[in-house]
């Protein structure tokens, strides 16, 4: 059966039940117990015509996961994404990725230039970038960084009874293991994470997000928090936004100085127990681990499919209907409903819902309808 129509049987059954609840207000909701639809690398703007040419002569099998792309993210938030992905690269000093390796293979190989990949003088800034592969996928459909927060905010304040939006931060700090050399990337230290901080602070007033901060209250650490039902509900959270770090590597980075994440804006991909634990990713979890993570108060995010498995291309439902039946508040996709794969593959709610009381933690009395107006 394909896709789309397994997605409507799907939508008429949960459409029934959440139509059969009474309307609770959203101030009885938390935003633990919603659910929203994100998009994995939101900022992927895909390849030029002569990088294409390249890619597909030189990596052939490589390219094919990474040969993807997404809408602007304004668009995205139109089309009802309220989770983005953003992959970040510290430029200290600006010009670090100014002359990515790419440009010079399509030169050696007598392919005209591709159009810039930003305005002229954006990359020989200091600030941070965004990009997939520094010297091989460097196409935004934002840049830089600041850039990207300046039209994530400009929707919110467009749309001011949105429910919040999730921004997850990847961290890009790795050097390629390739043949041909590429730049080796600036690494995230703590005072790395104060600039990006600060980048943030630059484009969001406080009043505008949420913070750690906001959660724990009076408990000694997030963890206690969020176990004692310390989210902010829809209706305190609505035209705010969340920062989330992506990996759980810098975890312990982010946190050096700042203890259960006191005075940071952004939440880590926390060890589950620890201090600062109160959103946790279970990207390839099944659905009782990702429900036992909810149970004890936390942000899930799970990914319904990976380019490099090819659901998408194969119109392969199995991986997004377990995730969609858990409790995952944050549930990725590189095929929203806006964005089906060309063999007809999306991940969405029911009826275009934007935003949905979470199937396993809601309130009994939750209408998805009253959570977004």
Known sequence: ??????????????????????VAGADAVRINQIQVI?????????FASSARKVMMKE???????????????????????????????SDAKGGLY???????MIAVNGLPADPPTAAPGVWEKPGFKVMHIQGF????????????????????????????????LETKEEPLKVKIPTVTPERFTPAVFDALDGEIGSV??????????D????????DAAVRDGGWPTIDAARGKVVFLLDQRKVESVYTDGHPSLRGRVAFTNATPGEADAAFTECNEC?????????????????????????????????????VLASGAQLISTDYPAGEPSAAGYAVGFPNGAHVRCNVFNAPKSCRSGSLEH
């Open 1 to 22: 059966m394909m896709m789309l129509n397994r997605f409507h049987v799907l939508a008429m059954a949960t459409g029934a039940i959440f139509a059969a609840m009474p």
């Open 137 to 168: 996928d460097q196409r935004s459909t934002c840049q830089p960084f600041v850039a990207c927060l300046e039209e994530l905010r400009a929707w919110s304040k467009a749309h001011p009874r949105h429910s919040p939006l999730f921004v997850l």
């Open 59 to 89: 990596a052939a099998q490589r390219f094919a996961a990474i040969d993807y792309s997404h809408p602007s993210l304004t668009r995205q938030l139109d089309d009802g994404v309220r989770q983005v992905e953003i992959d970040v690269y």
């Open 215 to 222: 959660v724990r209250g009076p408990h000694d650490t997030l």
């Open 98 to 104: 100014l002359d990515p390796v790419i440009d010079h």
């Open 286 to 322: 099944d659905k009782a681990k990702i429900d036992d993570l909810v149970t004890r108060g936390y942000l899930v995010r799970a990914r319904t499919d990976d380019p490099a498995q090819g659901q998408g291309l194969r119109n392969d439902g199995s991986r997004s209907d377990v």
């Open 38 to 46: 994100g998009t994995h690398n939101s900022y992927h703007a895909g």
């Open 204 to 213: 969001f007033p406080r009043d505008e997000t949420i913070v750690p901060d």
